[in-house]
């Protein structure tokens, strides 16, 4: 299917973002602190939060391949203003309009994508090949977190911004190569029904026992991993790691994103619901601890290897958020599929907006090591894997 190549090969391309494994490098550079590294990515994610599902709304009456260009081009409008100025205000500036990118882009795109195979009757493809737009998402990522540990060592961070702005533009234009898709019903949809359509696929979601549960884990799941991914810069920093460690954790970290997305449709033939909710859970289990003795021992080869071990987990945090996508798409209606798509996404970045900012005052008041106690403490009780879930569960995959 072209189509679906040429929009993984535009994710390759967008995801071409040098400056992220090196992130709180570049606060450091602009005057920032960790403290600052936080508050920011909560704010990214309550930006994400409030557009989240306004612009999944968008999506179920314009069209997709629109919604999809407009994301790229802010996203590009970013990386412009983080060329040419620098301090608190443009770093914020320059997450916010990331928050709009996200906003915009999850929800929209893997409709896109089923309404695509939909219009050539292989919907039964979804977690394939939305497996494999998360693979090419990783990849993207993984690539650029090489080359922008050596491009730094060269460059400096304006001339790899340069380059980055480079990739975001031949990425918009492959974009306007895939076919445009007709909104369903776009007719019937009014103005005044946007607050109903909000109120429908939030309820669509919290009552549908096919997919509600699977939405609950999935969302504390992406606000875990906000939680465990922003420690690991300040980690290698503390622990006096090479630069170019940096790279590579951030390329092993998104690799191994690119192979849970790959593989989530294997985990659902080889693992039970039981099983795949215990695996979880010990997953997170196992990350606390990783993360609470990486900061105990403060060197970096023992805290790479920690780090590493958490992004196994996050490949099986992967895996399942593509599960919950795909089972979402089977169980909602075309009239608002990217609506609740959106909604779902919007559950996942509250939950990354609330930790992340618990977390920022906890580690204000407490310190990193109690917080992250804390934390442990917390989830160890809330993803615990209930009888009753798993029974629901069952009965689904």
């Known amino acids: 299917m072209l189509p679906l190549r040429i929009l993984n090969f535009a994710t390759f391309l967008q995801y071409q973002r040098f400056v992220m ?31 989240k599902i306004p612009m999944g709304y968008l999506g179920d009456i314009f069209s997709k391949k629109f919604i999809l260009i407009i994301s790229y081009f802010l996203f590009m409008l970013r990386v412009v203003l983080w060329i040419f ?125 096919k997919i509600n549960y699977f939405v609950f884990y999935s969302t504390i799941l992406t606000g875990l991993t906000g939680i465990f991914v922003w420690n690991f810069q300040p ?38 619901p039981i099983g795949l909710l215990k695996l979880e859970y010990a997953v997170v289990i196992l990350s606390f601890i990783a993360i609470l003795i990486s900061y105990r021992i403060k060197q970096y080869v023992p805290v790479s290897v920690c780090i590493i071990l958490i992004c196994f987990s996050i490949m099986f945090f992967v895996m399942f958020n593509v599960i919950t996508i795909s089972k979402i798409h089977e169980y909602i209606d075309d009239t608002n599929r990217a609506t609740i798509s959106s909604t779902n996404t919007f559950f996942g970045d509250f939950s990354a907006f609330i930790l992340l900012l618990v977390f920022k005052f906890l580690y204000d008041y407490f310190g990193i090591f109690i917080s992250l106690l804390i934390f442990a403490a917390i989830f160890a009780i809330i993803l615990f894997p209930h009888k009753r879930f798993c029974k629901n569960m069952q009965t689904v995959l």
Do not use: H
Not at 155 to 166: N, R
Not at 167 to 195: G, H, R, W
């Open 235 to 272: 980690l290698l920093k503390i622990s006096s790691a090479p630069v170019i460690i940096f790279g590579v954790i951030s390329f092993i970290n998104q690799s191994l994103r690119g192979l849970g997305g790959l593989c989530a449709r294997r985990v659902t033939n080889i693992i039970s």
């Open 85 to 209: 100025f620098k301090g608190f205000w443009i770093i914020l500036a320059g997450e916010v309009l990331y928050g709009l990118f996200k906003a915009l882009y999850r929800g929209n795109v893997d409709s896109y994508i089923y309404e695509y195979l939909e219009q050539n009757q292989t919907q039964k493809n979804m977690v394939s090949r939305y497996g494999k737009l998360s693979f090419y998402t990783s990849l993207g990522s993984a690539v650029s977190c090489i080359a922008g540990v050596i491009l730094y060592k060269y460059l400096g961070f304006k001339s790899i911004l340069c380059i980055e702005l480079f990739m975001q533009i031949f990425a918009v234009i492959l974009l306007f190569f895939i076919p445009n898709l007709k909104p369903e019903n776009v007719e019937k949809k009014q103005k005044k029904e946007y607050l109903t359509n909000i109120k429908n696929s939030i309820y669509s979601i919290i009552t549908n026992s």
């Open 21 to 51: 494994p090196i992130s709180f490098l570049f606060y450091i550079y602009n005057g920032l602190n960790f403290s600052d590294f936080i508050l920011f990515q909560s704010i990214f994610n309550i930006t994400c939060l409030i557009a």
